[in-house]
């Protein structure tokens, strides 16, 4: 059964850097596009990132993270990653890892559990 579970959530200072990683399993998803999702707390859900499997991995990036979040994987290890630098206390949320195999009309099809960050002032 395909899943994703992601780590390296959790309490930093605004200013400070984390880095989440997606571990994918039950499948390879090596052809898939990969995202990062957040949701905080009485919001709804939000894109953050996602990375092509084309092109060497082709970013695209919401405006409030662009330029300080960097989306990578690594398909040889079926992992995905976000480096976040200079986090914001509006960076609190629930980050969630995607996975879509279908055109972008098609919406992800994978997700996996979240991993808690908040930021303090």
């Known amino acids: 059964q395909a899943q994703l579970v992601e780590s390296g959530g959790g309490l930093v200072q605004a200013g400070g850097s984390l880095r989440l990683s997606c571990a994918a399993s039950?499948?390879?998803?090596?052809?898939?596009?990969m995202g990062w999702f957040r949701q905080a707390s009485g919001k709804e859900c939000e894109f953050v990132a996602e990375?092509?499997?084309?092109?060497?991995?082709?970013?695209s990036y919401a405006g409030s993270v662009k330029g300080r979040f960097t989306i990578s994987r690594d398909n040889a290890k079926n992992m995905v990653y976000l480096q976040m630098n200079s986090l914001k206390p509006e960076d609190t949320a629930v980050y969630y890892c995607?996975?879509?195999?279908?055109?972008?009309?098609?919406?992800?099809?994978?997700w996996g559990q979240g991993t808690q960050v908040t930021v303090s002032s």
């Open positions: 990375i092509t499997w084309w092109s060497s991995g082709v970013t």
């Open positions: 995607a996975a879509r195999l279908g055109g972008a009309a098609a919406g992800y099809d994978y």
């Open positions: 039950g499948r390879t998803f090596s052809r898939a596009v």
